[in-house]
């Protein structure tokens, strides 16, 4: 299924129709989730492949087995794209890890009642849509990434593929008060303290690790560990797909990375348009991470 320069329409949002059918977009606003079922909920580029990694090695305890042997699509596939249900079907893992860019007001009715766990992950928007941009200018499925400028507004404005991030996050951080089976972690934070996050993660998902089994976690799902296992880093997906010599699917691993793309009238711009958007939201922001542990400031964009 190739469908490179398809673009579904979905709810006002578009979706690349490489992997996303209009009935696999409906069929995900239906899904029966059972209540062992963790769910990974992002916008695209805010460390999803990075929590998936997490995800498994905290549900092995630690062994890399599954995470150096069977792709990460096929670990915790995406809810919203065509193959989901034949690779749920045939697998027999419990708990089932699931993905999905889906925001909440779609997904809503379907998790309604249910005692799935869902780990939202987010990330500062600026490093969100340079990572996004890079990975347009790779990924023969997504649109021309055009210029930085024109990309950049278009994030602003909401028209790239899977909608509006100050939508998605909004819908989904709203949840934290009311949904205690949703937990809500970010990048920095897994930057900052892996090991932390990752207990912070275990615990949330009820399955406490001994220190041996955190470490191991740690050591395998580290950036360099990631970018270099074909598992994780898309080298598996063929040229005509992802143009791997345009560029490396785990590009960075870096906070703050938005600071070498955007000029001083760009930032301004987008400071005006997040103030805007997010004057209604009270979370506090802890996204710029130092390179020395420990050492961070809080700031609003």
């Not at 997504?142 to 100050?166: C, D, I, M, Q, V």
């Not at 938005?258 to 301004?268: A, G, H, L, P, S």
């Amino acid at each position: 299924m190739a469908r490179l320069d398809v673009t579904e329409r979905f709810h006002a949002i578009s979706f690349p129709g490489h992997l996303h059918t209009q009935e696999s977009l409906q069929l995900a606003l239906g899904f029966p989730f059972q209540d062992t079922d963790v769910l990974i909920v992002s916008y695209p580029k805010s460390g999803t492949t990075w929590m998936q990694e997490i995800v498994t090695l905290i549900s092995s305890r630690g062994d890399p087995h599954l995470n150096q042997t069977v792709p990460n699509w096929t670990r915790a596939p995406w809810l919203e794209q065509y193959y989901c249900a034949a690779v749920l079907g045939a697998s027999s893992a419990t708990p089932r890890v699931i993905t999905t860019h889906l925001p909440y007001h779609l997904l809503a009715p379907t998790l309604q009642g249910s005692r799935a766990k869902v780990i939202y992950v987010s990330r500062n928007p600026k490093d969100v849509v340079v990572s996004f941009y890079h990975f347009h200018k790779m990924a023969n499925f997504l649109p021309e990434a055009g210029t930085f400028e024109e990309f950049l507004n278009r994030f602003l404005e909401g028209t790239l593929n899977f909608g509006s991030w100050f939508d998605h996050f909004k819908g989904w951080t709203n949840q934290t008060a009311s949904m205690d089976n949703l937990l809500h972690i970010t990048y920095e934070e897994m930057s900052l303290d892996l090991h932390g996050a990752i207990k912070r993660v275990s615990s949330f998902l009820q399955c406490p690790l001994v220190e041996d089994e955190v470490n191991n976690c740690v050591q395998h799902c580290s950036f360099s560990k990631m970018k270099n296992n074909k598992m994780v880093n898309y080298t598996l997906i063929t040229n005509d797909i992802i143009d791997h010599s345009k560029g490396s699917f785990m590009r960075k691993g870096k906070t703050g990375d938005w600071k070498n793309m955007f000029t001083v009238e760009q930032n301004q711009y987008f400071e005006s348009v997040f103030t805007s958007k997010m004057h209604d939201c009270n979370l506090e922001f802890v996204w710029e991470v130092q390179d020395k542990e420990e050492n961070f400031s809080v700031t609003a964009v």
